[in-house]
């Protein structure tokens, strides 16, 4: 019985645990697609220096969160995130509005996708 009840303290555990990171990853990914979307409004505007400051608003948040993105998901995935919000800023740094544009649309989609990626299910896993 005391194993029975053992098993069932850690399947519950194991559950809470998978919700609470599940929500973290749904929570970083909000913020960094706010970040994206205060890019693309600066970049719209011609505002590279503002969009400057909310790319490395972008870049803290995600190094602020790489340890628990990379405990579980998709190395490949943040690899491209880190990839595509480097060549955001340098084709904001050196003003080619449509690159950056389309650069953050990029990043769009690969934020967007992020929290089917780090749910934790057998695919994810394996």
């Known amino acids: ?3 029975f009840i053992t ?8 559950v809470m645990g998978s919700l609470l990171y599940t929500n973290r990853v749904d929570d970083i990914a909000a913020e960094l697609l706010l970040e994206t979307n205060k890019i693309s409004e600066c970049i719209l505007n011609d505002e590279f220096i503002n969009a400057e400051k909310a790319i490395s608003a ?6 602020k969160n790489k340890v628990l993105l990379e405990a ?3 190395h490949e995935e943040l690899l491209k995130i880190e990839l595509s919000y480097k060549e955001l800023r340098m084709f904001t740094l050196s003003g080619q509005k449509a690159d950056a544009l ?3 649309a ?3 989609v690969l934020l967007n ?4 990626n780090y749910k934790i299910k057998a695919e994810n896993i394996l």
Request: proline content about 3%; glycine content about 4%; hydrophobic content about 45%.
């Open 106 to 108: 990029s990043l769009d």
């Open 7 to 14: 098993a069932l303290i850690i399947s519950v555990a194991v």
């Open 1 to 3: 019985m005391q194993s």
């Open 72 to 74: 579980t998901g998709n």
């Open 102 to 104: 389309a650069q953050c």
């Open 58 to 63: 972008f870049e803290d948040c995600l190094e």
């Open 113 to 116: 996708h992020m929290p089917s």
